[in-house]
């Protein structure tokens, strides 16, 4: 028997094997690029340099966010050689089971790979690379850590830059970092697991300036994670930037006063440059310090904490707690009424107290003494003037259109919407018009007197202090306003666009000066209610609220601007249950805030002790 | 004198050449991956690239002496030199274990491995016990004495224990083939054993062992392909399970054959041909098909040991770890490579592909020469084995066909092998790539049988036999 016809079969095994090995290698090679990405994820290493978040100056040039160096404790498992735990424990201050659950903890926390074509799963954890085992530590922590590194192979120390806050005031305009969630980093590839991203206020809002540009090194590295050799000799590296830093229209110490003076209180004072819109200053009672929350370690002590306090110092009140207005609110009605022309400056209502109560004073003979002793019959025949002009026979029909048109007002005062203020948290507040009370009573069938609370600044009508502030603001700029804004230039450049753009109310300016005057003598006139707020050499323009409260002691109001003429402030107070009417708390504050900033200096310190001493919190 | 005239002009000098290349290649390759900047010199022997030179140089020396000697020696000593390799099997099993295994005989790094020798040792014999059997009358006995020429050394060698050469020394088995030694007097005494039954032979009997490669290699490769899907992006991002391309490339290849043997073979094989190739892809895709959804119906714990084998699963030695990284090194490769000496992810200093000089030596290749080194290097090895086959064929005596076949399907079976190691075709059980790969036992015990070979062909002439 011949066999030499089975060499061919040898002969097409070889052959075949040899073709179908190119095959593969020619898929693997040339159409498929699943193994050039994973090799560049095995060999050619991203490092990414973060660099320290830009800065920010209040409008004095004092640097309000800053960063400062801290430290990790860095380890590498595969270093670490006959670790004694005890040893170490007692080290950086641990129980022994703490150490051992830190060790799981950053196993498990780095995740898992999974492979596309395999559908297996391997650890991302590696013994040869390095982790944070402590991070975040202080400069005196590390001190009293690094001496002792050498006894313990595998761990070293780490330099890192975070933020610090010298002032420990405005922590709710700036907001905090945290690091990102999953979703965050899914969402931008900017982020990568550790990275901080701005949480609240302005970090928040300006994160994508403040973060500044990421560095990005390609290095060729190895297993062990050193890097080898920069790839390709650096061609695609760039260097990091910081983010420009941001100089803000906010007087850092008129902020730390105005946080002094509403201690043990439960409130808000928003202080405006009425020519800019800057915000001078924005405070929210209680607040807290910014640096209770920096890092990893304080924020999980402290922020649930902060979390919890009842008093929510976490919640930027300023922008966020919708109240009603109370009477600060009259100055717009008799705006509107002056508009509108179903008013004079000359008009003069009694003070019919068996429409609504009053306290007791003369009837006002004009809108300015009106204005002056906040009476309460008076703005409601001006409201009901304005909402019932009789376009209409039926009085319902006329309310609808009458409400409306009063709606579209407040509406032009940037009231019953958001502000387009440069932070987050901001709250639109409610301006009933005819669609919302057709809601509550049905179409055509509620009319002023229905709604009448509208006049004095109650019921349905809410502001947030923000709004306040800005009423104010529009008055001592006699009709428009700029939208209130923190930030004066990012960088080089001046103010955006939207921060030099005026927006009129629709009261022409000719109106106001009567209001101005009524202002005036709320706090310069005797019987005024206001008077409280009066200042030696600076004519202050104000009007007080008080907002009455369901739930507990009326609240204390107080809008104001000063000087009379050319004025340098617009200010808004709020204080919470504060037991008095505005005059008797909000305007004093308000006072000494605007003593404070257009002086730097206080002469009325009785005034400033009995503010400072009153404690409508911790009974 | 006239005997060194006669060497020069009677020596293969392709398959000379050819050798050369592949060594010349392979050091370069060291030196580009285990390049140490420290130690720039190719001929630094405390480096792996000066010790490969060396190993080189040592081969080469062997070669000369082989050359001198007559190769009737071969012939008359194959017996004291099996005898030689086995003993050397026996003593390794008492030197200290390296890595887990009782390989090395000798000190440090000058070790050798006696069990790449025994390759050489139990070709010879076998060579010598087939060349004087009088295959027509092939019997039981013979069978038995064949296998055990080639299991006593496999099971010295599973006692190390190395998978990598207990596999490689199956490559005997397709010799036997070659030569009409098979299984059939086995099968068929089982089969005559029912009453009533009267074979002479068995087509399964006969074929046993080439059947067994395709079974074997089908099965392993359906298995690791069930894992992947292949993405065409030039077919607008078409995917295609692993599974389905194999049927798709098994229909393709018998379409290739049915026409090669279609318009190759005589009038009177056609019909024969075309059957047996529909035959076989029937058989072939069923096998796959049987493979692959019988591994999917298999018990978990089942499953994991294949895994385990294959490499496809994470192990504590990490084979998947291996398989992965050795993958995304030839895979990065692309159409002409990374350059020399700019393997990323292969170079020994990155240390992502362990063993990178030595099993893994194609990944650094791979990568910096892309796909048209790897058609070269194909290229060179595929003229090598053929040429080896050719070889064989023209030897007038048995004894020579025979040994150049354990040549040429020792070579196949580490090509196979340890290439599909690194492209994910085969499991990792850790052989050398002849020629190419660090190593002194490799390189000397691939050099010598090749020049054995080389001496025998020179002296094909002077055999009568
Ligand atoms: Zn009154």
Redesign the pocket.
């Known amino acids: 028997m011949n066999f030499d016809a089975r060499k061919y079969v040898i002969i097409t095994f070889v052959v075949l094997v040899g073709l179908i090995y190119a095959m593969r290698i020619f898929y693997m090679q040339v159409m498929d690029d699943t193994w050039t990405l994973r090799a560049q994820e095995i060999a050619e290493k991203r490092k990414e340099i973060t660099p320290p978040r830009g800065v920010l100056f209040d409008r004095n040039g004092k640097k309000i966010v800053s960063n400062r160096t801290y430290y990790n404790l860095m380890m590498v498992e595969a270093d670490i050689k006959n670790l004694d735990t005890v040893a170490f424990a007692k080290l950086i201050g641990w129980t022994r089971e703490e150490v051992r659950q830190r060790f799981i903890d950053i196993r498990e926390g780095e995740g898992v790979y999974r492979n596309k074509h395999t559908g297996k799963t391997t650890p991302n954890y590696q013994k040869i690379r390095a982790y944070p085992f402590l991070k975040e530590l202080t400069l005196d922590e590390i001190a009293n850590i690094a001496p002792h590194l050498e006894d313990f192979p595998g761990f070293y120390e780490e330099v890192t830059s975070m933020r610090s806050y010298p002032f420990a005031n405005g922590a709710n305009i700036v907001g905090y970092l945290s690091e990102v969630n999953a979703e965050e980093v899914d969402a931008d590839h900017f982020y990568k697991p550790g990275n901080n991203i701005g949480r609240a206020g302005l970090e928040r809002y300006y994160e994508k300036e403040l973060r500044g540009r990421k560095g990005i090194r390609y290095i060729v590295t190895s297993a062990m994670n050193n890097a080898i050799e920069p790839y390709a000799d650096g061609k695609y590296d760039t260097t990091a930037l910081q983010g420009p830093a941001l100089k803000l229209g906010v007087d850092i110490l008129l902020q730390a006063y105005g946080e002094k003076l509403l201690q043990n209180k439960r409130g808000c004072i928003v202080a405006i440059e009425p020519s800019t819109g800057e915000i001078l200053a924005l405070v929210s009672a209680p607040s807290y310090d910014p640096n209770l929350l920096i890092g990893k370690r304080n924020i999980s002590t402290n922020y649930p904490k902060l979390l919890k306090d009842p008093n929510m110092p976490l919640l930027p009140r300023p922008l966020s707690s919708e109240y009603p207005p109370g009477s600060t609110f009259k100055l717009l009605n008799s705006l509107i009424g002056l508009q509108e022309g179903v008013i004079t400056p000359e008009s003069g209502f009694p003070?019919n107290k068996s429409v609504v109560g009053?306290?007791n004073?003369p009837s006002a003979g004009n809108l300015a003494d009106a204005i002056k002793?906040s009476?309460?019959?008076?703005y409601y025949a001006v409201t009901r003037r304005i909402i019932q002009q009789g376009k209409k026979r039926s009085n319902f029909e006329d309310a609808e259109i009458g409400l409306n048109l009063w709606a579209k007002y407040m509406h032009s005062f940037g009231l019953g919407q958001k502000l387009e203020t440069d932070i987050t948290g901001l709250r639109a507040g409610s301006i009933p018009d005819a669609a919302y009370y057709d809601k509550w009573y049905g179409h055509h069938r509620w009319a002023f007197s229905t709604i009448r609370s509208i006049s004095i600044g109650q019921g349905e009508v809410m502001l947030t202090p923000l709004h306040m502030a800005n009423i104010a603001a529009i008055i001592a700029n006699r009709g428009w306003y700029i939208t209130p804004h923190f930030v004066k230039s990012i960088g080089k450049s001046g103010p955006l666009p939207e921060f030099r753009k005026k927006h009129y109310a629709m009261v022409e300016s000719r109106h106001y000066a009567t209001i101005v005057e009524g202002m005036r003598r709320v706090v310069h006139e005797p019987g005024g209610t206001g008077k409280r707020a009066q200042l030696k050499d600076i004519i202050v323009c104000g009007k007080t609220g008080t907002v009455q409260n369901p739930h507990g002691d009326d609240h204390s109001v107080f809008v104001a601007f000063a000087p009379m003429y050319k004025p340098k402030i617009a200010i808004a107070v709020f204080i919470e249950n504060a037991k008095g009417g505005g005059g008797l708390w909000a305007a004093p504050t308000a006072g000494l805030m605007i003593e404070k900033y257009l002086t730097r200096k206080i002469t009325e310190k009785e005034r400033e002790k009995i503010i400072l001493e009153a404690n409508f919190v911790y009974k | 004198m006239r005997k060194n005239e006669s060497l020069v002009a009677h020596l293969d000098w392709p398959l000379f050449i050819v050798y050369m290349i592949l060594l010349i290649m392979g050091v370069a390759t060291v030196y580009s991956t285990a390049f140490n900047e420290d130690h720039p010199n190719i001929f630094d022997f405390s480096q792996k690239y000066g010790k490969q030179i060396m190993w080189v140089g040592v081969s080469l020396f062997l070669g000369l002496m082989v050359f001198l000697i007559d190769s009737d020696i071969y012939r008359k000593f194959c017996v004291p030199i099996y005898l030689f390799t086995l003993v050397l099997l026996v003593i390794v099993l008492f030197m200290p274990a390296v890595n887990g295994a009782h390989a090395w005989l000798g000190i440090g790094s000058m070790g050798i491995q006696p069990a790449e020798f025994a390759k050489i040792g139990t070709g010879l014999l076998l060579a010598r016990f087939i060349s004087n059997v009088n295959v027509k009358q092939q019997n039981i006995q013979t069978v038995l004495l064949a296998n055990a020429i080639i299991l006593v050394p496999m099971a010295l060698i599973l006692l190390q224990p190395d998978a990598g050469t207990f596999v490689v020394f199956t490559s005997f088995l397709f010799v036997m083939y070659r030569e009409g030694i098979t299984y059939d007097p086995l099968i068929l005494k089982m089969v005559n054993s029912i009453p009533g039954v009267k074979f002479k032979q068995t087509w399964v009997g006969s074929h046993f062992i080439p059947i067994l490669f395709v079974v074997v290699f089908l099965s392993v490769v359906t298995l690791l392909m069930s894992n992947e899907t292949l993405e065409f992006s030039w077919l607008g991002g078409l995917e295609i399970p692993g599974f389905w391309s194999v049927i798709i490339a098994l229909t393709i290849f018998a379409l290739i054959m049915f026409l090669i043997l279609r318009f190759f073979s005589s009038r009177r094989d056609r019909n024969r041909a075309t059957f047996v190739v529909l035959f076989g892809y029937i058989l072939a895709s069923g096998l796959a098909t049987t493979v692959n959804y019988g591994f999917q119906g298999l018990a978990t714990h089942q499953k994991d040991r294949i895994e385990l084998f294959l490499g496809l699963k994470e192990d504590p030695d990490g084979d998947d770890y291996n398989r992965n990284r050795a993958m995304a090194a030839v895979g990065s490769g692309g159409f002409t490579g990374k350059g020399y000496n700019k393997a990323s992810v292969s170079s020994v200093e990155s240390n992502h592909v362990p063993e990178s000089e030595t099993d893994f030596i194609f990944c650094p290749f791979a990568e910096e020469w892309g796909f048209l080194g790897v058609f070269v290097l194909f290229g060179l090895y595929m003229f090598m084995l053929l040429r080896i086959i050719m070889i064989a064929e023209r030897q007038r005596s048995a004894f020579n066909r025979i040994y150049a076949y354990t040549v040429a399907m020792i070579l196949f079976y580490h090509f196979a092998i340890n290439i599909g190691m690194n492209i994910g075709f085969a499991p990792v059980i850790g052989i050398p790539l002849p020629f190419f790969s660090y190593g002194g036992s490799s390189m000397m015990s691939f050099s010598m049988m090749m020049f054995i070979l080389l001496k025998l062909d020179s002296q094909r002439r002077d055999v009568l036999q």
Request: glycine share 0%; charged share 0%.
């Open positions: 003070c009053c306290h004073h002793h009476c309460n019959p008076y």
